[in-house]
């Protein structure tokens, strides 16, 4: 599977599976069975509530730590320097793992200056391999990495056909940031898997729309993390790399940005206050 090389040098997988809204009881068999249809990067946070599950399934699974690669991410209420600290610690008991390979800062609300540092610190010492943000404006972005001394890695971002995030991403191209996008399939909103573009794209090539989009997201050099809780669907998934989208079919999928988020806005104001002031432990 293809990788991508992050900015300081650390290899990604450019496909990963995400485990946001997975029943908690269903984590474990779920993670186990991307594993087996040969996921290796894994896309979790702590305010998804199952670090741990996530864990148990790749210590399971016996594989070398090296041959997974682990995200997660540190919830806003977590943002004050030693907040930050306990949190990760929390984090990585919960996965059982002794390093990270990527911790992202999960919004761009709250003190992210100091969380960003406490992340810093934490990379510096070798308990991370790579940190980054996700949902980050290019502007708070910019402002971040030219007050800090490390440079993010990655962000992540809602990217897909409906929100292509186009600006965001030749910022990203520019300043060497990998750009990984959430949710790839827009959850499902504005009935995706049934735009007539992306079918009619699809019957061309045989193959079905979700692998379409995973397609076009690969070849705009973006990182995705699909989620699905069924096995036929990582399957299906997994097998969306082995057909080129025409110069044509790539300008149709263009013409499907609507420059804005089916989902929620991260900075309308009820969605920032909600956001902010979510509380994920006590
Ligand atoms: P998504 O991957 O865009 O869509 C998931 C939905 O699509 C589920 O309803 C799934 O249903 C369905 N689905 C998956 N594959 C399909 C296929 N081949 N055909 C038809 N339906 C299919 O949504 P997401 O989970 O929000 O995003 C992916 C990952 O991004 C998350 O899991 C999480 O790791 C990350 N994320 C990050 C943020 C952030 O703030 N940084 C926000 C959201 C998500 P079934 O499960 O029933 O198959």
Redesign the pocket.
């Known amino acids: 599977m293809k990788e991508v090389r992050l900015n300081n040098g650390v290899m990604m997988p450019a496909v990963g599976f995400?485990?946001?809204?997975i029943p908690e009881n269903e984590t474990e068999r779920v993670i186990n069975d991307a594993l087996e249809v040969g996921y290796r990067m894994f896309?979790?946070a702590s305010a998804y509530f199952n670090e741990e599950q996530v864990g148990n399934a790749i210590r399971h699974s016996r594989l070398k730590r090296e041959e997974v690669f682990i995200t997660t991410?540190l919830w806003v209420q977590d943002y004050e320097y030693n907040d930050a600290l306990r949190a990760f610690d929390k984090s990585m008991k919960l996965l059982g793992l002794d390093y990270l390979d990527l911790y992202l800062l999960?919004?761009p609300y709250g003190n992210y200056y100091a969380a960003w540092r406490a992340a810093e610190k934490l990379y510096q010492e070798g308990r991370i391999r790579a940190i980054g943000v996700?949902?980050f404006s290019n502007e708070r972005l910019q402002d971040l990495f030219l007050h800090n001394e490390v440079k993010p890695s990655v962000n992540?971002l809602?990217t897909?056909p409906f929100f292509q995030q186009q600006s965001a991403n030749a910022f990203l191209q520019q300043e060497g940031i990998q750009h990984e996008a959430?949710?790839?399939?827009?959850?499902?909103q504005n009935d995706i898997?049934n735009n007539p573009v992306l079918k009619a794209i699809a019957r061309q090539h045989e193959k079905?729309v979700?692998n379409v989009i995973l397609n076009w997201l690969n070849r705009r050099n973006i990182v995705v993390?699909?989620?699905?809780?069924?096995k036929e669907?990582m399957i299906?998934?997994w097998n969306s790399f082995d057909f080129t989208l025409t110069d044509e079919e790539m300008k149709l999928i263009a013409g499907l940005d609507t420059g804005k988020s089916p989902i929620y806005d991260d900075m309308d104001l009820a969605t920032t206050k909600h956001l902010s002031t979510y509380k994920i432990h006590e």
């Open positions: 995400g485990a946001f809204q896309d979790t991410k999960h919004k996700t949902s992540q809602e897909h959430w949710s790839p399939f827009a959850e499902g898997f079905t979700g993390i699909p989620k699905t809780i069924r669907r299906e998934n």
